[in-house]
C-alpha cells in the first residue's frame, strides 16, 4: 500500500488542474471521478485522503450519528456514497449495505428516481451519477 503525505498532498490540492484532480481521484480510489467542480472535488479529495491515512468513521460513531439524526435503522452501514453536483447544489446518495438508497431524507427505489426529484427530468441514474461512462449509457 501506497503512503502518503497528507500534508504534502492537502498543500499540492489547491493548485492541481482539474484534469489533475481527476486523476488523483483515480488513482486513489479506483473509481470513475464524480463530475463535480474544482472546488468540491479539491474537499472530496480532501476527505478521501484523511480518510486513507486516519481511516474512516468507526460503525458505532456513524451509528450514534444515525441515531442523533432520528434514523430508524441504526444497524445499517453505508456501502457506499455517491455525489454530484446539480445547477450548484451538491446532492448525496446513500446506498446502504441492504442496497437502500437515501437521499434527502427519504428512501428511494432507484437511482433513476432520485435523478428525476433532483433534475425534474428521466435520466439513467446510474448514469446520472457518473456510474456509467458514455460509452456504455449509449
Given amino acids: 500500500m501506497q503512503t502518503l503525505d497528507l500534508d504534502a498532498e492537502l498543500t ?7 484534469p489533475q484532480l481527476r486523476q488523483r481521484w483515480i488513482d486513489l480510489t479506483g473509481g470513475p471521478a464524480p463530475r463535480v467542480s474544482a472546488g468540491l472535488m ?5 476527505y478521501e485522503l484523511q480518510a486513507a491515512v486516519h481511516g474512516t468513521m468507526s460503525q458505532r460513531s456513524a451509528r450514534r450519528l444515525e441515531l442523533a439524526a432520528g434514523g430508524k435503522d441504526a444497524t445499517r452501514t453505508a456501502k457506499r456514497r ?13 446506498i446502504a449495505e441492504d442496497e437502500t438508497i437515501s437521499w434527502n431524507g427519504r428512501q428511494w427505489n432507484s437511482l433513476s428516481q432520485v435523478a428525476r426529484a433532483i ?11 457518473g456510474l456509467k461512462t458514455r460509452k456504455d449509457a449509449a
Fill in 82 to 94: 455517491l455525489v454530484r453536483e446539480w445547477h450548484g447544489t451538491l446532492h448525496t446518495v446513500t
Fill in 119 to 129: 433534475t425534474g427530468t428521466r435520466w439513467s441514474g446510474p448514469a446520472f451519477f
Fill in 42 to 46: 479539491r474537499l472530496a479529495l480532501a
Fill in 12 to 18: 499540492a490540492l489547491p493548485h492541481m488542474s482539474r
